[in-house]
């Protein structure tokens, strides 16, 4: 069992940033493959990054890629979603979640999620 509590987002001009952070009680955070999706209103959960164990490999959607970062520090079972030069299309509801089997990028692959927080990009 895992809980995992987002946190981080808020509101934000265009071209602005926000940095996300997931935090994570229960098992070792450290054998978790994790991924940021983000679900704004009237569409489907969408994957935004996922991050391997140690943090050695990474994947980002092209709609967000060269603009966020995602990173881990195991240490202290956190998962972290910097995102730069933000656009009124970031604005959603972004989850952490960690990954049980199947496609990386579609979200019935994923089994522990958080609640999510909300990111709101104004023009």
Known sequence: QVELVESGG?????GGSL???C?????PF?????????Q???KEREIVANINWSGS???????????????RDNAKNTVYLQMNSLKPEDTAVYYCATYRSGPL???SSYDYWGQGTQVTVSS
């Open 23 to 27: 935090a994570a009680s229960g098992r």
């Open 30 to 38: 450290s054998s978790y493959f994790v991924a940021w999706f983000r």
């Open 19 to 21: 940095r996300l952070s």
């Open 40 to 42: 704004a209103p009237g």
């Open 57 to 71: 490999s990474t994947y980002y959607a092209d709609s967000v890629k060269g603009r966020f970062t995602i990173s």
């Open 10 to 14: 808020g509101l934000v001009q265009a």
């Open 105 to 107: 990028s579609t979200s």
